[in-house]
């Protein structure tokens, strides 16, 4: 399964945006982007910079730095850091990939992100559902 964006947010136990419950696939919320800098806008839209956390095969194409396109005022966060593989810094850092078991999701929009975002949605469609 892969997630993006609110798919990706769907996966967790439930959302700062009120007591509606998520498929909690994985566990954790969803919380309000807060970048605590008035420079800094929310909703977060626009480029910007992975640190790969750790090796997925979904991630292989990608590298620390690599630039990846979002849209989103809520962010990922699960309660277990084994199961973030990729995080970016919008005021704070947290978690825009997560991955359990053959569950893979993603904050930012891969089919947005040009060639790399491409990349990814590639090997996802030839991936056999297992981590690293």
Not at 31 to 39: E, F, N
Not at 46 to 74: C, T
Not at 102 to 115: D, R, V
Request: charged share 20%; net charge negative; aromatic share 8%.
């Amino acid at each position: 399964m892969l997630g993006i964006c609110v798919g990706a947010q769907l996966t967790l136990e439930g959302s700062d945006e009120g007591p509606t419950h998520g498929l909690g696939l994985v566990p954790g919320q969803t919380r309000l982007l807060k970048t605590g800098d008035p420079r800094l806008k929310v909703p977060h839209i626009g480029w910007n910079g992975l640190q790969i956390e750790q090796k997925h095969p979904l991630l292989a194409g990608l590298a620390d730095l690599d630039e990846v396109y979002f849209v989103h005022s809520y962010y990922l966060d699960p309660a277990q850091e084994r199961h973030v593989y990729a995080t970016t810094d919008h005021g704070a850092r947290f978690c825009v990939a997560l991955g359990r078991d053959n569950l893979f999701a993603t904050q930012f929009h891969p089919e947005k992100s040009g060639p790399l975002g491409l990349d990814l949605l590639s090997r996802f469609a030839r991936w056999e559902g297992t981590p690293c």
